[in-house]
């Protein structure tokens, strides 16, 4: 069966420090991954999503980065964090494109910026 | 202006109660229409879908239904048991397969004994 890991679980940093969230895949091949972030009260929204290995596409432009290194690995990433970027990450995987395809949820990552 | 609008945005329900949630969307062409369940602090997770032919479909005690004419669906609880507390999210996928899923903000609901 396949699983989705995030780390760190959550994570308080001080404004202007670098950041990175790590998401893997296992028992899959070759999946869409996604970057996603949730505010209080709003809506998840996309931030990144990737269809294999080093292409990347990004939604809005915005203080971080992804990169996927490798088939089921994908990275995000800040150089300089800001207060903004504090929120509730969530990497997720999907299978193809199908009408039924659907997107399977990582347990997030907390980050509070200070 | 968001392409998917819930409500109400939070309710308190009584143990074993009954409670619907809205949806309202108007993302179209759209492929299926999904509600998530998102406990706090944990990633969503997928309780039904329904493609635009489709008006209703059962998970346990969750039934979900869709109106494309009106471009409405709703998600009913029965017998609401604790553990029902969470968000309730409604995630409309547009046609064109780039998957760029609408999201709603969710419902929150409360359940107490």
């Known amino acids: 069966s396949q699983t989705i890991h995030q780390w760190p679980a959550t994570l308080v940093q001080p404004v202007g420090s670098p950041l990175s969230l790590e998401c893997t895949v296992e028992g899959t091949s070759n999946p869409n991954l996604y970057w996603y972030r949730q505010a209080a009260g709003r809506g998840l929204q996309l931030l990144f999503y990737s269809v294999g290995i080093g292409q990347i596409s990004s939604e809005v432009p915005q203080n971080l980065s992804a990169s996927r290194p490798q088939d089921r690995q994908f990275i995000l990433s800040s150089k300089k964090l800001l207060l903004s970027d504090s929120g509730f990450y969530l990497c997720?995987?999907?299978?193809?494109?199908?009408?039924?395809?659907?997107?399977?949820f990582g347990p997030g990552t907390r980050l509070t910026v200070l | 202006k968001n392409q998917v609008e819930q409500s109400p945005q939070s309710l308190i329900i009584l143990e074993g109660k009954n409670c619907t949630l809205q949806c309202n969307y108007t993302v179209s062409p759209f492929s299926n229409l999904r509600w998530y369940k998102q406990d706090t602090g944990r990633g969503p997770v997928s309780l039904t879908i329904m493609t635009f032919s489709e008006n209703t479909k059962s998970n346990g005690r969750y039934t979900a239904t869709l109106d494309a004419d009106t471009k409405q669906s709703s998600l009913h609880i029965t017998a609401s048991q604790l553990s029902d507390s969470a968000s309730y999210i409604c995630v409309v996928r547009p046609t064109g397969g780039n998957n760029r899923l609408a999201f709603g903000k969710g419902n929150q609901v409360v359940v107490i004994p």
């Open positions: 997720a995987w999907s299978a193809g494109t199908g009408a039924y395809n659907e997107q399977f």
